[in-house]
């Protein structure tokens, strides 16, 4: 394993010192700085150091979307669309759910590259 792949931020600060228990397992104890995370991964290089890698779950009917990287960097460009204001205004009302029920996608809709391949990998358009 790389450095560069693990160590996110460099700066290092102490915030505990531990022993081992009678298992040989560590506490974090009641450490604010740890946050509210739950899962880690642990790494281990040659000389014993240790490093906490936080992580998080997805729930699994999003997880397809971490393992296509065409559609992952869809709703990137989507995003990065949307927060440099490059919106278009729907012609359908979306202001409420019993107007969301019906809607479709057809093929003389004008979109971006990005959002038609979006659309086609989705089947909502041909």
């Keep these: 394993m790389y450095k560069d792949n693990i160590v996110k931020d460099t700066h ?61 960097l869809a709703v990137k460009a989507g995003l990065e669309d949307a927060k440099k204001g490059r919106l278009v205004k729907a012609p359908e009302d979306f202001s409420s759910p019993q107007n969301c029920r019906h809607i479709f996608c057809t093929a003389n809709q004008r979109f971006a590259p990005h959002e038609r391949q979006a659309l086609q990998y989705f089947g909502d358009i041909a």
């Design 12 to 72: 290092f600060e102490e915030v505990a010192e531990v022993k081992l228990d009678s298992k040989n397992r560590v506490t974090l104890g009641k450490n604010k700085s740890v946050g509210k995370t739950s899962i880690y991964k642990v790494y281990r290089n040659a000389i014993g150091q240790i490093i906490l890698d936080p992580q998080v779950t997805i729930p699994a009917h999003e997880q397809w979307l971490f393992k296509n990287k065409e559609a992952a």
